[in-house]
């Protein structure tokens, strides 16, 4: 790469899946206008990727990509948290491994808001097939160019300095609900989050590495976390043994319905916060009430306008 100081660095965490991680790595030829860095965090795989990913990758990628490893799993809120760190661009390009490019112009679409709306902290894109058609799982089921809530770990785009000086991911939650809680952290400083539907990331949803129940489970794990960290008081009294409530319910549900037996039912939640309530509790920093009222008005997709 011809330049110390890049516009944009791409960044990649990976773990056992060498395959999507190449196909990743080589739509990136689409950003051949923009001067941009690759990093990329094998997280332990069981066998080592970075042999198998650089004779694969297109010849015009090598001198722009990084690989780093992790010996042993760190997570991908504590690996995403280096990659940041790791950046020298103002702006990140967060994609799974098994995500890739569509288009470069949903890159370029994204910087744009970013350079134009210094109030805008990150850029959610959508999600999609080769073809371009959308996906479920978007960050909103909406058509227009609106601000959300959060944006998915598929592909999204942060200012770097935003992120490190909110302190990145909570690396306890390991995996899961990392986004929606860093989302709240920057809205109570003032900063939000803009959905373009019509930026698309082809998502292929690997199933290596992906677990229903596991998802199930951490997600309310992490919400209760997320509401320990953050929440004001009269709001974690309740909103805590509510999100047990309904894990127990929707976990009971997937097991019926999936003729598996009952494991991690809210006995285990109970467990992780106890064990980690001390380190939850040191951390604590109670967002604004204002804060999450404003999150609840965004959940109705405001049209995002930029200004003249």
């Not at 760190?74 to 690996?79: L, M």
């Not at 959905?195 to 309310?220: E, F, M, Q, T």
Request: some cysteine; proline content about 6%; aromatic content about 10%.
């Amino acid at each position: 790469m011809n330049s110390t100081s890049p516009a944009l660095s791409v960044c990649v965490a990976s773990r056992n899946r060498p395959d999507d991680v190449i196909r990743c790595l080589n739509s990136l030829t689409l950003l051949q206008h923009v001067e941009f860095e690759i990093l990329l965090i094998d997280d332990a795989s069981e066998a080592p990727i970075v042999d198998r990913v650089l004779p694969a990758i297109d010849p015009i990628l090598v001198d722009r990509l990084q690989v780093f490893r992790h010996e042993n799993n760190k997570g991908i809120p504590a690996t995403r948290n280096e990659l940041a760190e790791r950046a020298k661009a103002p702006y990140l390009l967060y994609l799974d491994d098994d995500a890739q490019l569509l288009s470069a112009e949903s890159v370029d679409n994204a910087l744009t808001v970013l350079k134009i709306s210094p109030e805008v902290g990150a850029v959610a894109l959508s999600q999609s097939d080769e073809t371009g058609k959308l996906l479920p799982g978007q960050p909103l089921a909406i058509e227009y160019r609106c601000y959300a809530p959060t944006f998915v770990g598929y592909g999204s785009l942060l200012r770097r300095d935003l992120f490190l000086e909110l302190g990145g991911y909570r690396e306890m939650f390991a995996a899961y609900y990392e986004e929606p809680e860093f989302c709240k952290r920057m809205l109570d400083r003032g900063f939000y989050v803009v959905y373009l539907p019509d930026a698309c990331v082809i998502h292929y949803k690997s199933p290596i590495g992906r677990n229903n129940l596991v998802a199930l489970r951490n997600n309310c794990r992490n919400k209760c976390f997320a509401a320990i960290y953050n929440e004001p008081s009269a709001m974690m009294v309740f909103s805590v043994p509510l999100r047990i409530l309904l894990y127990v319910y929707k976990h009971w549900a997937y097991c019926r319905q999936h003729k598996i037996k009952s494991e991690f039912g809210a006995s285990w939640i109970v467990r992780e916060i106890q064990q980690n309530l001390p380190a939850l509790w040191r951390d604590r920093r109670a967002l604004k009430w204002s804060t999450y009222y404003k999150w609840h008005k965004i959940k109705q997709a405001p049209a995002y306008q930029p200004a003249d």
